[in-house]
């Protein structure tokens, strides 16, 4: 009884200390324009501020005419080359996403001897410490897969002989090892999960060296080990668009913040991992999804373009769905007529729907994202046009490759640790100085008055 009443009179008071909080910590954001700050990192027009260098990867939407930016087909480079001519150049070949962590950790594709010597080195790697699966995972198992990795890589630097070496040959070896290792805490975090908090069965799988990374975590993942050759090349690809995108997206950024202070890998790599989970960068295609629900429950009849649009305007106008405004998947901070990584995507979706029987659902997405992209252009007198993103898509193939909701954002940072170690190395590499930006102070400095007199 006591400790009822202890825990009714802290929580009263925390209820107090919140609202001290809530107006303390209020600024007032006309400042923001008056001292000219770019909130966000971002100008005006909602492009990133410049605050670096990288030859990492690099994201284009315009073209310069006669001195004016003009609006183009979105590309994405990797060390220079064109992610479209890279997926068309990958055909029906395996260890495309080991490929294109090859490229992108050292600046050029692999020849046959060293893409096969790499894929050998990952497939070696792909094994976690003696009982880190029973003494990490399976103890306290998160309900948020994201803070399993997050923990999981962080008692990693306990297992490492020498964690702190920043040495370009040991930052190596090991992103190396939590590329390699990612999927598997990844996965088993998962049934860790399904098994404790859902009663579910605990299967746990181990990898096979001779499948692709891809291959693996459907082998794994599923309770039966099976999938088609279909599948594993989708979520191949799906892992190859989702590696890299700029130095300047959040959890990018953060490596590099995080790694200019001189700290170990695995703290740099837990932070990128914190970054991600945010909802407003990595859970992006959760939120889609989520919209498609509710666009399948009140939308009776998929095929009918006017009731689409009816809805669709309800919820651009607050009165469906979460009360947002937005439609999600649609639009891009840099990206224009078209996101490359969605044009990519969607043809392997809709090769996935006719596989998976689910041709409607396909045709529902083309229509929302025609729909909206015309409906938010003229709605809000947009002066670019706007597109999907590569989020429309990629819930739709996650759900019909089977993947659980949970493991949609683990299944981006699997791929995205990739871009994350390059860009780590490359910090590492031009030794720059600590990231160190400025907030300008907008508060009044006041006289000290002893607690007695206050």
């Known amino acids: 009884m006591r400790k009822e009443i202890d825990r009714k009179t802290r929580d009263e008071r925390l209820a107090e200390l919140v609202k001290y909080c809530m107006i303390s910590g209020a600024l007032d954001l006309n400042l923001y324009q008056e001292y000219d700050v770019k909130r966000g990192l971002r100008e005006s027009d909602g492009k990133g501020v410049l605050t670096g260098l990288t030859e990492i990867s690099d994201v284009v939407a315009f073209q310069t005419v006669h001195g004016r930016k003009v609006p183009m087909d979105g590309q994405l480079y990797y060390q220079g080359y064109n992610v479209m001519d890279l997926t068309k150049g990958f055909q029906k070949r395996k260890f495309n996403f080991e490929e294109i962590t090859y490229l992108l950790l050292f600046g050029a594709l692999p020849n046959e001897q060293q893409l096969q010597e790499f894929i050998e080195i990952l497939s070696q790697y792909r094994e976690l410490p003696d009982k880190f699966v029973r003494d990490v995972i399976m103890k306290a198992p998160s309900m948020d897969i994201m803070n399993a990795l997050q923990k999981g890589v962080l008692t990693l630097y306990s297992y490492d002989d020498n964690p702190d070496d920043i040495s370009i040959p040991n930052v190596l070896k090991q992103s190396l090892e939590l590329i390699a290792t990612l999927p598997l805490i990844s996965v088993y975090a998962y049934h860790a999960y399904q098994h404790y908090h859902n ?45 890299e995108h700029g130095g300047g997206n959040n959890s990018s950024f953060t490596t590099h913040v995080v790694s200019s202070t001189g700290t170990d890998t695995y703290s740099a790599i837990a932070a990128s991992l914190g970054s991600l989970k945010g909802p407003k960068h990595g859970g992006a295609n959760l939120k889609v999804e989520n919209m498609f629900r509710d666009i399948k429950a009140n939308v009776a009849d998929w095929s009918d373009e006017n009731a689409i649009r009816e809805y669709l305007m309800k919820i651009i106008n607050k009165e469906a769905f979460d009360g947002s405004g937005l439609i999600y998947g649609m639009g891009h901070a840099v990206y224009t007529l078209s996101d490359p990584r969605a044009v990519i995507l969607k043809k392997y979706a809709k090769s996935l729907s006719e596989e998976k029987g689910r041709t409607e659902e396909f045709a529902l997405y083309e ?9 938010l252009t003229s709605r809000k007198k947009l002066h670019k046009p706007i597109c999907c993103n590569v989020d429309f898509y990629s819930g739709f193939v996650y759900s019909m490759l089977g993947i659980p909701r949970q493991m949609f954002t683990p299944i981006f940072a699997i791929s995205r640790i990739s871009g994350w170690c390059a860009h780590r190395i490359e910090e590492l590499v031009n030794e720059g100085k600590i990231i160190r930006p400025a907030y300008k102070y907008v508060g009044h400095h006041r006289e000290y008055v002893d607690l007695p007199g206050r």
């Open 367 to 375: 229509n929302v994202e025609r729909i909206a992209s015309e409906l």
């Open 199 to 243: 009663d579910k069965s605990l299967v746990i799988r181990y990898p096979k060296p001779e499948l692709s990374t891809a291959e693996n975590i459907l082998r794994i993942l599923r309770v039966d080990g099976r999938y088609t050759e279909l599948e594993a090349q989708v979520l191949d690809i799906a892992l190859v668009i989702h590696a």
